[in-house]
């Protein structure tokens, strides 16, 4: 069974600085596209940023030049520095991989828990 933790969010004032984690634990399963989606209370979730198994990256407009997506393939691990942060970023911050479980079975998304960030002075 696969499980991903994300942590390293908290409160954080306007400009200041955070990075999550997000890891994988499990074996034998291979992770292909791994991203991070935030939702803000009374808003849909959305995909904040993105970054493929060849490490090909997306960013939503409102977070670029602001934050960055990084993964370390040996230890099954996404991370997102955050920079600049805005009160307009507060947000749970989610995790997702898309991952096949073993060879042969289809690849399928995996959730992490949300981790809060809230940026207020």
């Known amino acids: 069974q696969v499980q991903l933790v994300a942590s390293g969010g908290g409160l954080v004032q306007p400009g200041g600085s955070l990075r999550l984690s997000c890891a994988a634990s499990g074996s034998g399963f291979r992770i292909y596209g791994m991203g991070w989606y935030r939702q803000a209370p009374g808003k849909q979730r959305e995909l904040v940023a993105s970054?493929?198994?060849?490490?090909?990256?997306d960013y939503t407009n409102s977070v670029k030049g602001r934050f960055t997506i990084s993964r370390d393939n040996a230890k099954n691990t996404v991370y997102l520095q955050m920079n600049s942060l805005k009160p307009e970023d507060t947000a749970a911050y989610y995790c997702?991989?898309?991952?096949?479980?073993?060879?042969?079975?289809?690849?399928?998304?995996?959730w992490g828990q949300g981790t809060q960030v809230t940026v207020s002075s």
């Open positions: 997702i991989a898309k991952l096949s479980l073993r060879p042969g079975v289809a690849a399928t998304d995996y």
């Open positions: 970054i493929s198994s060849g490490g090909s990256i």
